[in-house]
């Protein structure tokens, strides 16, 4: 039970690390087509390709199956992406685009709850899929 804890919470270590480094590198995109200065240009491509490599470990960890891997990172990395555009560049969201962020959280909590788990497990054959649902 604690290596399912411990995966579970490195699972979403990477998530919430892949969302954040891709929504700064949304931002020093923004910012670069405000100042165009290459470095900063060359900063968002860096942070975006460490995103896509922690997305990669996220999906290796078996956690989340795909779909709900690539929800749950893309809510993290525009909920991120808003609160920084709210900080830094002045933005402002309508009703409408709250209630959207809401939904979107709501989605976190049902894709959170309702996610079989697929692991291998070597004991049974190498390279068998095995299924085990959570209560």
Known sequence: ???????????YVLL??????GAVGDALLNSWVKTDKPATLAAAAALWLTSVVCFAGLL????FQFGAAV?????V???????????????RLSPWQWTGILFGVAAIVLIG?????????????PGQEV????P
């Open 71 to 75: 929800v749950l990172g893309l809510l």
């Open 113 to 125: 709850q309702g996610n079989p788990v697929t692991t291998r497990v070597s004991a049974v054959q």
């Open 77 to 91: 990395h525009s909920t991120l992406a808003v609160v920084f555009d709210r900080l830094y560049f002045g933005g």
């Open 60 to 63: 290796k960890c078996g956690r």
């Open 16 to 21: 919430v690390f892949a969302g954040g480094i």
């Open 1 to 11: 039970m604690a290596g399912d804890f411990q995966r579970t919470f490195w699972a």
């Open 131 to 134: 299924r085990v649902d959570r």
